[in-house]
């Protein structure tokens, strides 16, 4: 069960609450975000969830059976939307856009993809600064001194910036340099990673495990959310399997059936989830069909060049081709299909 | 290396050229199919192809690197498409749409999804008369006594008709009242069976095993082509993966694989791909941007009286909403969108 | 509910037994093996099974809950052993051996394995005539001509045969010279096939399929025994997984856990369980400790000239070896350590 | 190539080392842990390895092909052997045990343990202090407040203790507390804090990620090592895939494999390979003769009370008799069996 609290409710009105609910049997979770305070109570038994929707204070309460709370559609039935500034993801009429190389390589580079991304309206720019390699002999990424660099070609360019943070110290290191932190595959259930995110104002674009289930990605998910960060990404990155004719599986199904489990939006990557170049654009059009708000892909003026996973990285004349794509197979989705 | 030999090659100058190829060390198939005659040559040396193309009598020489031969791409550039009667199913104008209950079960039933079909212009039933079940004990099909039928029934609505073929001593039985032998997903391997189907003049519908990789359902399909049938659908129906939250996962990246890979046709199985009825029109659309040639869906009067697969059959409501959808987006796909 | 029937009961009380049963809303499915007569009663409800235990004629009641039902544990208490002449596998004092070459090539080859495998006490060579291969272009077996070579030269050095039937029409063609009928992974689910050889009167050896679930080899197993067949052996062969760096992924789990699900006897196929020469008597070793009542694994003269499968085929020396490990292993495992 | 320097190589001769390698366009990665100094050396190109042997303070030098370095067997041929005060681990005459509870949970508890183990031989004690768990809202834990009484009891009954940490921060927290640090499987790509476990003096159980192939395993052995810290212990603990019947697959194949590819120890987890209590003790005895150097398996005095993975841990009686069985098979496997 979780309880929404008025934001104005009164210290005796609350206690009074908690009194209540835990003479019912409940253990609970107080949770405080940025845009609510919620009571998440557990119990093996079930009580009569209308007399807690009376108590003076409680705006909402819903009866949650998943194995994750706060993140469910159960709880929150209307999608919810992310706002970074003047832009907003999720539940809106614009499908998300968010491109850039795997890798932040120098200046050189970057400048001319975020001249690629600004002109053809992609609002947020990724790009690794700490990179996680399998090999410790592999390139790590600019690390530090490339953040500052990076902030500052974008910022001149309008982009808003998303980029990996892998432990809890970067967080304070990145925080002034992104606008959107990003939560790797290896890293899905890094719990002290998640809860920490869940103490910053940002919002947090969470890839699934390797081998994640749905599930899991959700109940990650709850981490950041019960921590205190409501503004949480879900993406699907492909998963891995039995085939090798792709570097990974793309689970179309988890992006129409992350729509129904969840109230969070869903944002495709493509270009991990096939890891093939000349297939991403069809994937990342099959994301969108399938339900997904936004996509995240790779791009690099010299693919062949680029430090790091060339082999899945378009081009600009093929981003400029899909970015087209994407967004009018989005209006026709919205307008002609939605009539159907 | 493939040869395609001339319609009309003279008895000597085929024995001429069996006699050149051999003497370069090469061993030969000989497969000779509805639409041509090839010779299929294997060796673990390179020849020049060139003095081969010369020979009289041989129409088409390619190196083909790949395990499978005759289905593979580098084989034939341009796209295959298969014909039954009036219908062509890919590289066509149309998405083709395959429709109807897992089981067949009685007239009444098959008569109401008919009637449904004919209405909304889908062009091919499904129904299964011999059911493949894990368990002994549950229903297993109609059996022979429904074939008659289901094409009595078909036919009186100018509809044509698919359905699963399980063993070879089922071929001829089933031979004059089917127009497209599928196999199933459990017989992917069942080498005998696809040698069989290479011996009749129907079209194959050759669905992907359980957890078969793209390779080995290219290399099903060389079994069927090398023993002489060339009209071959590959589908994809979802393979086995940890993720429990659907029955399969879809694997929408191998529809864009096979694609490039192969010159055949590609039918997507959203019903049996995610299992989960509400989302199976998302994945639907989105194996349409995949690129897939045509879809095979699971529709029935009352999904939830079926008697099996209930829990991923479309309604007619459903159904119906779902045709004009993929038919609408993929005239947008082939118009607008591909214009960019 | 499975009921067995006494040998000798009268059709008068049979005819009561199935009445009664039905009327208590039961379907039910006769089944008439070698050894005994079974009713195995599907119901949604409960009824009070002790007033069939008391009926005329019935020499026993179980309740069964899993999907299987008569090669489950909860059916019969005891592990069975199956007799071949005088070789009795499972449940016996000896560790069931089955050795040879991935494929019957020729006599010289035959001849050689056999005069090892005799020399070494091996009751069992294994050998296939007809190969499944994925590729329609590669070796396919000697096929019938080399059964009778296979059957003579065996008969010879007193071995008993195994060999894999890929099809219903190679029941007959195969059953007078063969011992034990091997059902090859692919085959797994070949429903056709496996209800054929419930109409045997020889042992079949069941694998398990590539990715088939330790439950659907038990489904597979049933639809075996309900044919007619009690004789089955399960052998676990390595499952396909996301891990490269063996062919297959062999499930030692699986071998414990079959022993306590069910009470058919368990081989072990370490050779396609890891596919690699220098593992497999590590694999077959910890498979004996895991359980297992017997293993199959592939032995050579020269594996390097092998067919086929030459990389996980052992050679005499090696075969020498850990036949005399698996033997000590298993008398120390029965005496010393069973004693802890 | 790997080069290892002698202890006492003088600074010129180890910068003419420097000098001469790159000079043949190998990029260095120097290494010193607290057994040696090492130079990890990347190329593309190949050169006479021979010369490198001859320079003044180079003790040897190898050419290593593996995507791992420092790890692999192609290094070290001999089997490394990791010490913790008067225990040796691997490559020893002893199996090496360590049990103990999923999670510590108070002092009654851990000392009831640690009796048993102190009466049985075992040498150290496993327990968590900080608890991964999928949940958030699931028990975390008693976190730095049951350090210092888990390590109090233990001394007090000669047990070593290992535990599992998850974060960079937690590692001086916990230093002087435990005798190995363990890494879970969620943490098996967490490079961040691999890297830091690499600066510590302490050894380190790595466990496979939960669906990390064998390579990324080694992979990751490599951060640590080239981070400063040779004394690593590899742990296979089962890989996720589609079965379901038990918790993880337990990847036997992989203790045989990683034995042949790395020179590290192995110790198999029979408790999460499986996850079902009564089939644990099978697997460590398999893992045993597959080739693991040691066991790490969980108990409790009352499993069904325990916080956490109450159904895959055992009870004294179960763990007193797996003890011994695992103590005299690993004499018998070094002596009788080692003879054929």
Redesign the interface.
Known sequence: MIIQLEKDITAKDKENTLKIIKAEGY?I?EVKTQLGEYL?C?SKNDSDIRKMGNLPGVADVHRVSD???LVSAKWKLNNSSITVEDLTIGGGADFTLMAGPCAIENEEQVTAIAKHLQANGVPVMRGGIFK??????SFQGLGAPGLEMFHRVCKAHNLKIISEV????QIDQMHDYVDIFQVGA??A?????L?ALGKTDKPVLLKR???G????LL??A??IF??GNEKILLCERG????????RN?????????LK??SHLPVIADPSH??G?R??VP??A???????ADGCIFEVHEKPEEAYSDGQQTLNFAESE?LI??LN??YR?KKT??AL?
Not at 189 to 193: E, R
Not at 239 to 246: L, M, N, V, Y
Not at 250 to 257: G, L, R, Y
């Open positions: 253990s979770t998440v557990l194995s994750y709370k996680p390699r399998s090999s410790p002999y892998m432990e809890t110290a290896r890293n259930q890094n719990f002290n990673l809860h495990g390797i081998s289930s749905i599930d899991e109940q990650s709850e981490y019960s921590s998963i891995r399997t039995f085939e090798t004719a792709s599986t793309f689970d179309i199904n988890a992006i129409s059936i129904t489990k989830g096939i093939i000349e297939h069809a994937i059009l099959a994301s969108l069909m399938a339900g081709s087209k794509k009018k197979l026709f002609e299909l159907l």
